[in-house]
């Protein structure tokens, strides 16, 4: 029989048209989500962008009937690598958000030559610190061990994924994410999180990433603070960073005129 990460690649192949949303036609952007997200996140950039690009994002493994398995980001981007090639995408640009960007920078170590180009949402190529790391450990394997997200623990989440402005203005957009965690199988959250959580710094690599990057992240951001993409953007050969304002962690939902803006001048730029 086939190993678990294996079925779980090979149901991104057989199975697409169940995790993908898929609009437009013309040069491709495919979007990956971050850890407590899933593929709607980017419906602000795939209404705008759509008339002009084809504008792919999808479910990763926690979204999908394949979270319970054990994975890493490269077992991540394998899923994608088998996505593209059930779409017919030969090459595209990627987009991911935070635990997507950390996948996006091994995919183009994996898969270089599908790639015209990276943009990173609130991403870095550093790891967590050890005391981050504790902390993350901590809520997932609570969480795993209550069986649902108490609300102290939505409240901890919520702080990390939305900036200042976002909370205090926008609590509408805050609560439907809210909601939709609470429906998440906890075994789907854990493994989500351990997937990125013990990763080595890939500060070193990057020099190999000769596609343009751009970096949009929020300058509201405390989970992963604007500062720390410098190391990241020094090491790139081509990239370049939009600080998005009024925003956090998840900064192409919180001010998406302005992180559409970026990417589709980035595309403009790319294709």
Request: proline share 6%.
């Amino acid at each position: 029989m086939p190993e678990p990460s294996e079925t779980a690649t090979e149901r991104y192949r057989l199975r697409p048209e169940t995790v993908v949303t898929d609009r437009g036609e013309g040069p491709a952007i495919v979007f990956a989500h971050g850890t407590l997200m899933d593929r709607t996140m980017y419906d602000p950039q795939i209404d705008a962008l759509s008339d002009d690009y084809r504008t792919v994002a999808y479910d990763l493994r926690a979204r999908t009937d394949q979270y319970a398995t054990e994975y890493d980001l490269y077992d991540l981007a394998d899923d994608l690598d088998a996505l593209t090639d059930a779409l017919d995408i030969d090459t595209f640009v990627l987009c991911g958000m935070s635990m997507g960007g950390f996948m996006a920078l091994r995919f183009a170590e994996r898969y270089p030559e599908q790639l015209a180009g990276v943009v990173l949402i609130d991403a870095i190529a550093e790891p967590h610190t050890d005391e981050e790391r504790e902390q993350y450990r901590q809520m997932a394997a609570q969480i795993s061990a209550d069986g649902e997200f108490a609300d102290h623990l939505v409240d901890v989440a919520k702080n990390q994924l939305f900036g200042a402005t976002t909370l205090a203005e926008n609590p509408d957009l805050v609560e439907h994410w809210t909601e939709r965690w609470r429906t998440y199988p906890p075994e789907g959250f854990y493994r989500e999180m351990h997937s990125w959580l013990d990763r080595p710094d890939f500060t070193d690599e990057l020099s190999a990433i000769d596609v343009p990057v751009l970096s949009v992240h929020g300058a509201e951001d405390v989970s992963l603070e604007p500062e720390r993409t410098e190391s990241m953007l020094d090491a790139l050969p081509d990239a370049r960073q939009e600080l998005i304002p009024e925003a956090g962690h998840s900064s192409n939902i919180e001010n998406p005129q302005a992180a559409t803006a970026a990417i589709r001048s980035f595309l403009e730029d790319v294709y």
